[in-house]
């Protein structure tokens, strides 16, 4: 992870204040994504229906779908580690026929090891390229980079977007696109469902956008339970987000009083690397692990999901073997989804014809 100052982070928390995203309203072109309260439910369908195409497209290996992007470039700058987001990201553009660009070194070996600052790295990225990935550790810089792009407008020949792959302990709204389009995929609707989140909700951004998308369907009378120790629950601004659109929620630390009576699962890894002092781990590491047992107790139609990459919270290793053998865990397609829900995204802010 590259290290940044104080000051650095107070500056794009500032951001999420200073820095209005653009609403979708059914045209996400040259669009930022930063965070998921862009996205109405109506977006939200057309971004599943593209995404649902591409999938049944690129499984019957269609020639076109890598002809959509030809001639685009994906600037691709990640601050800090990541798998699924960034390979996803990355084989999403280039299935669609685009291309990528990324630091030879990784950004730590880009002008940021000289101390060039966020606005100009990704100022930098947007002359050379149409969209850009971008995972910050900081809240906010996602909106610091949308802002300074914007600035740019008029002064360069071509627009650029940014698409956030997560920032710090804000959000990560790519992944709640996923992670609801893989709850609809496999439930049909929202429509009832009781959604339990378990674990680190406090420091998962992750938790945070998905809470906030769920709370998009206002109608759809779902409950949502908020399961973590106390010191991780969720912030206090998501929770009230969820009653101001009346979401039925309970927040407990006993995941025994409502794993039987939940539609999905959704566990989280708690997020070592946010902590400030190795104790306060410590003593909450343990509080919840998802085990076969444990899963014994959920209903037979229940999903388990969880963005990936897991530790201990899911056991041992042979915990995990058993786990993916059940029928019930979902987060091979949830992972999957990813690459397909980045494809129809990118599809729609650059414009393409799918
Ligand atoms: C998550 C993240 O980076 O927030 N991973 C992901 O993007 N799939 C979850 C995590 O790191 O625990």
């Not at 950004?107 to 995972?135: H, M, P, W």
Request: proline fraction near 4%; glycine fraction near 6%.
């Amino acid at each position: 992870m590259v290290q940044n100052t104080q000051r650095d982070q107070r500056r794009a928390a500032d951001f999420v204040k200073r820095y209005n995203p653009p609403r979708i309203f059914g045209d996400f072109k040259w669009k930022h994504v930063v965070t998921v309260e862009q996205f109405e439910r109506a977006d939200l369908d057309i971004l599943f229906k593209v995404a649902t195409s591409l999938r049944r497209r690129v499984a019957s290996h269609d020639p076109d779908v890598s002809q959509l992007a030809r001639g685009y470039l994906m600037a691709s700058l990640f601050f800090e580690a990541s798998t699924r987001t960034d390979l996803s990201f990355q084989a999403a553009m280039r299935r669609l026929g685009g291309e990528v660009i990324t630091p030879s070194g990784g950004v730590q070996f880009s002008s940021v090891y000289k101390g060039e600052n966020l606005a100009d790295t990704v100022r930098a990225a947007a002359c050379y390229a149409d969209v850009i990935a971008l995972r910050h550790p900081e809240r906010g810089a996602s909106y610091e980079a949308a802002y300074y792009l914007d600035t740019l407008r008029g002064r360069i020949t071509r627009q650029t977007v940014v698409l956030s792959g997560g920032d710090g302990i804000g959000e990560h709204p790519t992944q709640a696109l996923l992670d609801l389009f893989t709850i609809l995929d496999q439930k049909q609707s929202l429509d009832n469902l009781t959604i339990t989140l378990v674990g680190d909700l406090k420091h998962g951004r992750t938790v945070h956008s998905l809470a906030k998308l769920i709370a998009r369907f206002e109608n759809a009378r779902t409950r949502v339970n908020l399961v973590s120790p106390e010191s991780l629950k969720m912030p206090r601004e998501i929770v009230a987000y969820l009653n101001v659109r009346k979401v039925a929620t309970i927040e407990t630390d006993r995941l025994t009083d409502v794993i039987g009576k939940t539609d999905v699962i959704y566990w989280t890894r708690v997020q070592e690397e946010r902590f400030e002092n190795p104790t306060e781990y410590d003593a909450i590491a343990d509080a919840f692990i998802m085990t076969p047992d444990l899963l014994a107790q959920a209903q037979d139609d229940a999903i388990l999901m969880h963005p990936l990459p897991r530790k201990h919270e899911m056991g041992t290793p042979s915990d995990h073997d058993l786990l993916d053998e059940d029928t019930r865990s979902v987060y091979f397609a949830q992972m999957e989804n990813g690459m397909f829900v980045r494809m129809a995204l990118l599809a729609l802010v650059l414009g393409l014809e799918v």
